[in-house]
């Protein structure tokens, strides 16, 4: 069975219990004396349990309430936790920023330097994983991969991209060339299972089989395994070389080859002056390759 609480009687409660006084919590919560009371009365006869021993000049808890008290404080505190987290104050120049999750990876290592040159702005990354087409979340800036040749006016070309083998360190002794691959296990990435039979193709090799034991649908993800030495995969050349420098232990088996798709930034409309902060940090994302 469910209690049916009202909030402003646990806020009544809480103060009250705490300050051991109605008058001192009316005060503090902004309320009547009279409003207090009959808040705690209310709680009272809804739990059908006395939490106050009511004196002529003080207040005590009853053992009731000295344990309930425990558990609202902590549930005004998560609430209002909770709340500020999600619905406070922000800057009044933030910028959200969508892209995929390697994409992320790769730009928060360089996101320092805009950071440091912007103080009074601040970005907000989410991903991109398989997008809702009725995901309506207001973007600044929407980072996606596109083929290369695609010709819509509204995408900026940031950069061509390249794709090359990774396997791991530890695999050393049997994965050495593009080859040896074939007698590997590939791990898949979802959405980009192309790039692996693109690259074989560019060394005139076919795998016999699209089978593999392991599936993610995140680059970032497929590194951490090849990483743990469950197989190999085939991914964008910067996210692979961004993974090496942050100490990844993996190692590229391959010279590039061309994806044939190219990471652009979708223009939108920034006549507003508002938007100034976010053409700076467009500015800035297209110096970074």
């Avoid at 991903?127 to 087409?133: A, Q, R």
């Avoid at 006016?153 to 002794?173: F, G, H, Q, R, Y």
């Avoid at 090849?226 to 692979?240: K, N, Q, S, T, W």
Wanted: hydrophobic share 45%; aromatic share 6%; charged share 20%.
């Amino acid at each position: 069975m469910r209690h049916n609480l009202n909030l402003n009687w646990l806020r009544s409660f809480e103060a009250a219990a705490r300050l051991l006084s109605f008058t001192s919590a009316s005060r503090e919560i902004g309320l009547t004396q009279t409003a207090v009371s009959q808040h705690i009365k209310a709680l009272e006869t809804q739990l059908n349990t006395r939490l106050f021993l009511r004196r002529a000049k003080s207040l005590q808890l009853t053992d009731a309430g000295k344990a309930y008290l425990v558990t609202v404080r902590e549930a005004l505190d998560m609430l209002d936790m909770s709340t500020t987290g999600l619905f406070g104050p922000r800057r009044a120049r933030t910028i959200t920023v969508r892209a995929s999750m390697a994409f992320i990876v790769w730009l928060s290592a360089r996101l320092g330097d805009f950071l440091q040159n912007h103080p009074d702005t601040s970005v907000e990354m989410v991903t991109s994983i398989w997008k809702n087409p009725a995901d309506q979340q207001p973007v600044d800036v929407d980072i996606i991969l596109a083929n290369q040749g695609t010709a819509r006016p509204d995408l900026k070309l940031l950069s061509p991209e390249m794709i090359v083998p990774v396997c791991s360190i530890a695999s050393s002794e049997t994965i050495n060339v593009p080859d040896d691959l074939l007698h590997h296990s590939p791990i898949h990435i979802v959405g980009f299972d192309d790039h692996l039979a693109r690259y074989l193709a560019a060394y005139g090799l076919r795998i016999e089989s699209s089978a593999g034991r392991l599936t993610t649908d995140t680059t970032t993800a497929a590194i951490e395994m090849v990483a743990a030495d469950l197989g190999y995969a085939v991914v964008i050349e910067r996210f692979a070389r961004q993974a090496i420098q942050t100490g990844q232990k993996i190692r590229i088996v391959g010279a590039p080859k061309e994806l044939g798709q190219a990471h652009f930034m979708v223009q939108k409309d920034r006549r507003d002056a508002d938007q100034s902060h976010v053409k700076e940090f467009e500015a800035w994302l297209a110096q970074q390759f």
